[in-house]
């Protein structure tokens, strides 16, 4: 399977600096190549949340660089590479909070990983950054761990109520803040010609589903040049209805 990816980042209209971090990766391995991708959006009202975000990028990429290849030959076991997944994420959390500490500031980072390999993909999830499917429809592949998705989960309040209820960012959790992490993971199977969308959750509270899926299905944004003019266009969109968040999006497409 190859892949076309892109990453688009926007600081937004309101602040000063871009908390949000972006990464992807590329490898040839023995189980055909494999793709990493992952955002990471600091924490908005918490100090060096640029400092959380862009650590842990970092640590993602030394860990598709250094540990994956063993988690590889080890025969890809799910749980496996769970485990190591977790690990990593939870010793950088660890890290972020001594860091804290010691410099007498909170900080904290939301996390969404999307591992493509051996034509399937892994998920990681914690925060309210988002992965999605786009093919014949826009599927939302990752649940956000908010106080609002609870609320809604446990039928306390309606999808309207949600929309206008001025705790929708308040986190359950996030890396680096709280001693409790404790990780979502996802996996599926990939199909060659979908479209795979990662993004901070400032790239989706003022566009719709419809017209998220109208711009980054698998027929409009197939080619880089493609990709990058649709995530513009959406993210200028969002910036002209207002949004006041950092904006970041990484897109895949599987061919």
């Not at 690990?87 to 660890?94: F, G, I, L, P």
Request: charged share 25%.
């Amino acid at each position: 399977m190859e892949f076309v990816a892109e990453a688009y980042t926007d600081v937004g209209i309101k602040k000063e600096t871009n908390q949000d971090s972006a990464l992807i990766q590329e490898a040839d391995t023995a189980a055909g190549k494999a793709i990493l991708a992952v955002i990471c959006d600091g924490m908005g009202g918490l100090s060096k949340g640029e400092v959380a975000s862009a650590s842990l990028v970092k640590e993602c990429e030394r860990w598709f660089q250094e540990v994956f290849p063993a988690v590889l030959d080890r025969g890809l076991e799910e749980q496996d590479l769970y485990k190591n997944l977790e690990e990593m994420v939870r010793n950088k959390s660890d890290q972020i909070m001594e860091y804290g500490r010691n410099e007498g500031v909170d900080l904290g980072t939301t996390i969404v990983l999307l591992l493509i390999v051996a034509n399937r993909y892994y998920l990681l999830n914690v925060g309210d950054s988002r992965a999605y499917r786009i093919y014949d429809s826009l599927q939302q592949l990752t649940k956000d761990q908010t106080y609002i998705q609870r609320e809604l989960d446990q039928g306390r309040m309606t999808p309207d109520q949600a929309l206008k209820d001025p705790r929708r960012n308040v986190l359950l959790q996030c890396v680096g803040s709280g001693n409790y992490l404790k990780p979502d993971f996802y996996s599926g199977e990939v199909i060659p010609g979908e479209n795979y969308m990662l993004c901070s959750d400032g790239f989706r509270h003022f566009v719709s589903e419809e017209e998220l899926y109208q711009y980054l299905n698998p027929k409009a944004a197939d080619t880089s040049p493609r990709m990058q003019e649709c995530m513009k266009y959406l993210t200028e969109l969002n910036k002209y209805r207002k949004e006041q968040d950092n904006i970041t999006v990484v897109l895949i497409h599987t061919q």
